[in-house]
């Protein structure tokens, strides 16, 4: 009867979604894949980043729900993020195995997968990298926070400690920088009695690997980012963790889905051709186009630069992302201003920019991702020097120790000093202009020697 009810409420979804099912002897649900044309869609434009959260039912059975992650995805609504449901007949690495393979075989941007985020507990990490090799599977922030706070309270540790233990790591999980994380580590070596401690696995804080993928947000991004997820997992373990039968669980979970569908129309799946240049100063892009473009350039970095590179590109662009930009050109250059710091761009190949960061290391700036970005264009190999390539930079300090020199990081850091100085002089009122030029001439005549000898 469950199953009717399923299969009467997927007939009523317009969106034509994709479901297969498996059957016990005894009829009852045994596998299911669920995955409606608009999650889809959504899939197709945010692969880059895969956050799979699994809920359990007192049957044993566990739901896997698969969430599109990253700097571009910006949908609201809870489960919004949500691109594929799915229970495995059994949880072992061939049941794993035939999911991810169903999921694959319905989604062909499965390729551009990057990165993967799973909870501590999943054991099945081999057939994760198996089904998809070129992904890199981390822990995920969020379930590292759910881990933490489970231990927290089975420890029965005295309130004092629980509660400030708790507040600092919801602290760290909002600014996760290695400084509070190093911090957050040294307080549960002082906290935690040493026979408890292996069970915390609090050498997770010190792998900067998995915060390099939770670190581009800001700290109300992650408060915000942190709320969304448990409340998603709360709807599920609600929905499907609090009833044996499967069919009645997913029967609410899809009837939850169509009543909070939200409108799905105003996200917008088209992209116009990337060499179609926009005229500059026309209306505003869409901020869903926008964020398909910037995905699209978030792939091109990963899939040309080294993994070294894309972490430096990818901090500059998370920046663009944060930050109000405006873009004019002439006939040769590109000025961008992000907030007050302004620069020049060239944008012919190779691209340069005159900001330090592009100065120093020759790699795509926030200046030149915002030009690619309202240009509706993506890296491309020409534009990154032999160095930075995939496949050819041993490592980071190699490259940095190649390129430094003291007279050149003098050099950049006088100029962009200069330029600063500059602008602050040309934009003020006479009388702030006065007051900040006789201050300079008393410093250089202090320092340098007397003002009139000096050039300002």
């Known amino acids: 009867m469950a199953l009717t009810m399923l299969n009467e409420l997927l007939t009523e979804d317009p969106s034509s979604p994709l479901l297969l099912c498996q059957l016990s002897k005894t009829a009852q649900l045994d596998a299911l894949n669920y995955q409606s044309c608009f999650m889809q869609g959504v899939f197709a434009h945010f692969p880059e980043i895969l956050f799979i959260h699994r809920t359990y ?12 992650d990253g700097p571009r995805v910006q949908l609201e609504g809870h489960l919004a993020r949500a691109v594929y449901f799915a229970i ?84 760290t999980m909002c600014s996760a920088t290695a400084g509070n994380l190093r911090k957050l580590y040294t307080l549960l070596s002082t906290c935690i009695p040493p026979a408890q401690l292996p069970e915390l696995h609090s050498h997770w804080l010190l792998n900067d690997r998995i915060w390099l993928a939770h670190r581009w947000r800001s700290r109300a991004e992650s408060s915000h980012y942190f709320q969304g997820l448990e409340v998603t997992a709360h709807v599920l373990s609600q929905l499907f963790g609090t009833t044996p039968s ?101 944008p012919q190949t190779p691209a340069s920019c005159s900001c330090y960061f592009n100065q120093a290391f020759r790699l795509p700036c926030r200046h030149i991702l915002t030009m690619l970005s309202a240009r509706r264009q993506v890296l491309q190999p020409d534009m990154l020097p032999a160095e930075w390539t995939a496949g050819c930079a041993s490592s980071l300090g190699d490259v940095v120790s ?24 040309q934009h003020c009122s006479q009388e702030e202009f006065e007051r900040r030029y006789s201050t300079l001439c008393e410093l250089a005549d202090s320092w340098i020697g007397h003002y009139e000898q000096v050039q300002l």
């Open 402 to 425: 190649s390129r430094w020199s003291e007279t050149r990081d003098k050099h950049l850091a006088v100029a962009l000093l200069t330029e600063e100085v500059g602008q602050l002089l």
């Open 57 to 68: 039912n007192p049957r044993g059975k566990v739901l896997y729900t698969f969430l599109v």
């Open 88 to 171: 495995p007949a059994k949880e072992d690495a061939e049941g794993l195995a035939q999911m991810l393979q169903v999921f694959k075989k319905f989604n062909p941007a499965w390729e551009r997968v990057c990165t993967i985020l799973v909870d501590p507990h999943f054991l099945l990490l081999p057939t994760l990298a198996m089904e998809f090799p070129t992904a890199e599977v981390l822990l995920s922030a969020f379930h590292i926070c759910k881990f933490f706070q489970g231990k927290f309270y089975q420890l029965s540790l005295e309130q004092p400690v629980e509660r400030v233990l708790l507040t600092s790591l919801q602290s």
């Open 246 to 346: 499967v069919e009645k669980g997913m029967t609410a979970l899809f009837r939850y889905l169509q009543q909070n569908s939200g409108d799905k129309a105003s996200f917008s799946l088209g992209l116009s051709p990337p060499n179609n240049h926009p005229p500059m100063g026309g209306s505003p892009e869409s901020p869903k186009v926008e964020q398909l473009v910037e995905a699209r350039i978030q792939y091109s970095l990963n899939a040309i630069c080294t993994g070294l590179a894309a972490q430096l590109c990818l901090g500059e662009l998370a920046v663009v992302q944060k930050s109000t930009h405006l873009i004019g050109s002439g006939s040769e250059k590109v000025n961008i201003q992000i907030l007050e710091d302004t620069h020049r761009v060239q």
